[in-house]
Structures are given as structure tokens and as C-alpha cells.
């Protein structure tokens, strides 16, 4: 048996075709492009991360996922997997993947955490941290960095992650305390605001010392007092105030 074909006007056939075209033509403008640094990316956790030690999953994945080179300099998107720090103007830096993901690693994260970071710079840090927490609050002493980072985060879907420009000596005593705090300058002590502001059983990994001659240092708080661990020897921008003055 044949089947009978139905057919129908020229000016249907016109607004059919028409259909047709839009509905195709839009879903193929909406499909997510191919992310060209992905073997990069892969690279760059597999090579300089997991090969050093790294063995967090929640921190392998997110090293995979956020893409590093959206938050640096369009100029030196092509260095973002690279093994080292790079400029990200004022003064400021991203950190070398590895310290990301060693720093991450150390706070041992979970879901629920609550996390402080003092030094949003890029928002890199923040990224990786929103990907495994629950909620982060991050400060940036340098306004223009701290409204670019935001952005960036915000359009990239982090609404766990909110950001403000202040003194991050200060820490962020309306939200305290926290059961995690990450700081990505280096002060030439721990500011006691954030050890006040770290909950009990919390912990801190913060670079302390010297231009140039630093200690990656992690405190744990137990039974109200802290308990000190130099971890490596690191080289930070310094942690400065509204003045530009260090700490």
C-alpha cells in the first residue's frame, strides 16, 4: 500500500520551511562551544598536580573544570595552564596551578563549608573554591580587581561565591565565623582578626614572612587555641592596606 502525500498550499510550504530554518538555525547558535583548552587543562592537573601529589578528588575535578585561561589577561590566555604564577596588572598575581591546588587541598573541604578568602585577585582561587563549597566570601584590597572578578564569577554562575572590596587583614566579621579561611597575600604575621574569625576545628593556610622569604604556614583551631604548621616555602605578593601600605 502506498502512502497518500498530503499536500498543501505554497504559502504554507513558505512559513513551514521558514520554521524550520529558525528552529534549527537557533539551537545550533545555542550549542556550547568546543573548549579548545581543554587538553591543556588535562595537562596542566595531570602534570603539575596529580604527578606532585594532589589527591583530593573534589580538588582534581575542579582544577579540570574552571577555565584558568578566562581569568587572566586575554594577552596570556595562551600561558594560563603554564607551570607559574602570571600578571593579572596592579601589582597582582595568579598563583602557579599547583599552590591552587596544594592550598585547596590542605583545608580539607567538604560541601557545607563555609570559606573565607582574603585575596579575590583573578577570582581563579574563588572559582575553585565555589566548586567545591558551599558558600565563599572573598575580599580584594584592589577595587578594580575586586569588581572584574566579580563579574567574571557571577556570569560564570558562582552565586555561592560573593565578593567585596576591603582590607582583608579585617577579615569579613558579618559573616563569621568561618570554618575555612584561605589567604593569597602574605602579611608578616597572622592578623588576628582572622584568627578570631576561624571557627573551632577550622583551619587557615596563609603565607607568612618577608617580601621574598615566606612560609606557607596552616593553623588548625582547637579548643580555642591555634595549633601551627609551616608546610612550604612560598613567594607572595604582600598583603597590604587601603594605603598601600604592608602588613
Known amino acids: 500500500m502506498c502512502a497518500l502525500q498530503k499536500t498543501y498550499p505554497l504559502n504554507i510550504k513558505i512559513c513551514l520551511l521558514l520554521v524550520l530554518l529558525l528552529h534549527f538555525g537557533c539551537k545550533t547558535r545555542t550549542q556550547p562551544q568546543a573548549d579548545e583548552y581543554l587538553p591543556l587543562r588535562n595537562q596542566m592537573v595531570d602534570q603539575q598536580i596529580a604527578s606532585r601529589g594532589i589527591t583530593d578528588r573534589q580538588v582534581l575535578t575542579a582544577m579540570r573544570k574552571v577555565e584558568r585561561?578566562?581569568?587572566?589577561?586575554?594577552?596570556?590566555?595562551?600561558?594560563?595552564?603554564?607551570?607559574?604564577?602570571?600578571?593579572?596588572?596592579?601589582?597582582?598575581?595568579?598563583?602557579?596551578?599547583?599552590?591552587?591546588?596544594?592550598?585547596?587541598?590542605?583545608?580539607?573541604?567538604?560541601?557545607?563549608?563555609?570559606?573565607?578568602?582574603?585575596?579575590?585577585?583573578s577570582g581563579y582561587q574563588a572559582a575553585i573554591l565555589g566548586e567545591i563549597c558551599d558558600s565563599v566570601f572573598s575580599i580584594e584590597i584592589v577595587p578594580e580587581l575586586g569588581v572584574r572578578a566579580a563579574r567574571l564569577l557571577k556570569m560564570l554562575g558562582y552565586s555561592n561565591v560573593l565578593v567585596k572590596t576591603g582590607d582583608g587583614y579585617l577579615g569579613w566579621p558579618e559573616h563569621a565565623t568561618y570554618d575555612a579561611i584561605i589567604v593569597t597575600c602574605a602579611p608578616t604575621h597572622v592578623p588576628e582578626p582572622l584568627m578570631n574569625q576561624l571557627a573551632e576545628g577550622g583551619r587557615m593556610i596563609i603565607p607568612v614572612g618577608q617580601r621574598g622569604v615566606q612560609d606557607l604556614v596552616l593553623l588548625s583551631k582547637k579548643k580555642g587555641k591555634l595549633v601551627k604548621h609551616s608546610v612550604l616555602p612560598v613567594r607572595f605578593v604582600p598583603m597590604v592596606d587601603d594605603k598601600n601600605k604592608t602588613y
Open 69 to 121: 585561561h578566562l581569568f587572566v589577561p586575554p594577552e596570556l590566555a595562551r600561558y594560563a595552564y603554564g607551570d607559574h604564577p602570571l600578571s593579572i596588572g596592579y601589582g597582582q598575581t595568579i598563583s602557579q596551578p599547583y599552590i591552587v591546588a596544594f592550598m585547596t587541598q590542605v583545608l580539607n573541604l567538604e560541601k557545607t563549608t563555609k570559606v573565607l578568602e582574603i585575596g579575590t585577585g
